[in-house]
């Protein structure tokens, strides 16, 4: 069973960029982490969710068109991690961050994906000055 | 993008209700509709995937469902430990879209 732990910096002045880290336990990228997609959700405080971003083992990535511009997804399969870059961050970036996992199904399940299965525990970034 | 609204926005229930949440996609999905239960200051949870399949370890007192693009969410006997928010997400075409919440509370 895949599980997540995300770290990075909490606090960032504006126009600075947010970088946080995901790592994956349970599992490797060569075997069986490939039927994933990593995600980044986001939530700002008293609100609802918002989709980010996912990447692929191999290094394929969606964007939130909202987003793009700012937002660079990595892995490093030789850590077991995948990374958020956002730039340029104002006060609308202050939001708990989480890494998730979008499972993928298969032909023989005739399943496109399972959803964002298992989630980080989240990490609070707030910009301030 | 796809929009995802979710009614009711809220609201209030006793242990042992019957309870039901919609959502609807503003387009075809596919049946790829995902709910999630969060909790205060915790991590969303997975409760069910594809529209009504339930995710592993979910109770079985969960159920969703389909017509066309309109989703239901059904807990069939509320529990204590059922109050929280329920969000909807679309995962068929990127950006994968959420609704903005329904939050369940104790009357």
């Known amino acids: 069973q895949v599980q997540l732990q995300q770290w990075g910096a909490g606090l960032l002045k504006p126009s600075e960029t947010l970088s946080l880290t995901c790592t994956i336990y349970?599992?490797?990228?060569?075997?069986?982490?490939?039927?994933?997609?990593w995600t980044w959700i986001r939530q700002p405080p008293g609100k609802g969710l918002e989709w980010i971003g996912e990447?692929?083992?191999?290094?394929?990535?969606n964007y939130n068109p909202s987003l793009e511009s700012r937002v660079t997804l990595s892995v490093d399969t030789s850590k077991n991690q995948f990374s958020l870059r956002l730039t340029s961050v104002t006060a609308a970036d202050t939001a708990v961050y989480y890494c998730?996992?979008?499972?993928?199904?298969?032909?023989?399940?005739?399943?496109?994906?399972?959803?964002?299965?298992?989630w980080g525990q989240g990490t609070t970034v707030t910009v301030s000055s | 993008d796809i929009q995802m609204t979710q009614s009711p926005s809220s609201l209030s229930a006793s242990v042992g209700d019957r309870v039901t949440i919609t959502c609807r996609a503003s387009?075809?999905?596919?049946?790829?509709l995902n709910w999630y239960q969060q909790k205060a200051g915790k991590a969303p949870k997975a409760l069910i995937y594809?529209?009504?399949s339930l995710q592993s370890g979910v109770p079985s007192r969960f159920s969703g469902s389909v017509s066309g693009t309109d989703f239901t969410l059904t807990i069939s006997s509320l529990q204590p430990e059922d109050f929280a928010t329920y969000y909807c997400?679309?995962?068929?075409?990127?950006?994968?879209?959420f609704g903005p919440g329904t939050k369940v509370d104790i009357k």
């Open positions: 594809a529209a009504s």
């Open positions: 997400q679309q995962t068929y075409i990127t950006p994968f879209t």
């Open positions: 998730a996992t979008l499972r993928l199904g298969d032909t023989i399940s005739g399943v496109l994906n399972y959803g964002l299965d298992v």
């Open positions: 387009q075809s999905i596919n049946s790829y």
């Open positions: 990447i692929s083992h191999s290094g394929i990535s």
């Open positions: 349970g599992g490797s990228f060569s075997g069986s982490f490939s039927p994933y997609y």
